[in-house]
């Protein structure tokens, strides 16, 4: 474990473990970091200034993964609706990974700036962003 505080008296490592016992949920947020797609290990910073701050946008990016994650997971709940897993079976608590992963073959083509096709949009992703609003909605129309 490491910590920024160098002062052995402002942060017991008791105290610390305890805090990092804490962060579990966050600790599962990182799990990406090891998957080999993702190419961490081409990533090679020095100063520990762009450390912090690339561990600030990582941070920052998992707090907008994880609220989408629990929003989709509401308007799920909330309208008794559904969206396949992995295994193609109907959950409503799918983790924002596997709901990224069908879009993945979605496309929006624009030609000349004055018609815009969506290709490969399937029911079960309309019926998501319906739930998701019309912002969502509008990204994809």
């Not at 308007?75 to 983790?95: A, M, S």
């Not at 096709?117 to 029911?123: M, Q, S, T």
Request: glycine share 2%; net charge positive; charged share 20%.
């Amino acid at each position: 474990m490491a910590t920024h505080q160098i002062d052995p008296e402002a942060l017991t490592p008791e105290t610390l473990l305890f805090h990092y016992k804490g962060q579990s949920k966050i600790e599962r947020g990182f799990r990406f970091l090891t998957d080999p797609y993702f190419l961490t290990d081409s990533l090679f910073l020095k100063k520990p200034e762009r450390i912090t701050a690339l561990m600030m946008i990582m941070t920052l990016c998992l707090l907008v993964y994880a609220a989408l994650e629990n929003r989709i997971r509401k308007q799920l709940e909330q309208h008794q609706e559904t969206f396949p897993d992995q295994k193609n079976k109907p959950t409503q608590r799918p983790t924002a990974r596997w709901v990224f992963y069908p879009f993945k073959g979605v496309h929006v083509l624009s030609i000349n700036t004055k018609q815009t096709l969506v290709l490969n949009l399937k029911p079960h992703h309309s019926a998501l962003l319906k739930l998701l609003g019309p912002p969502y909605q509008k990204l994809y129309s």
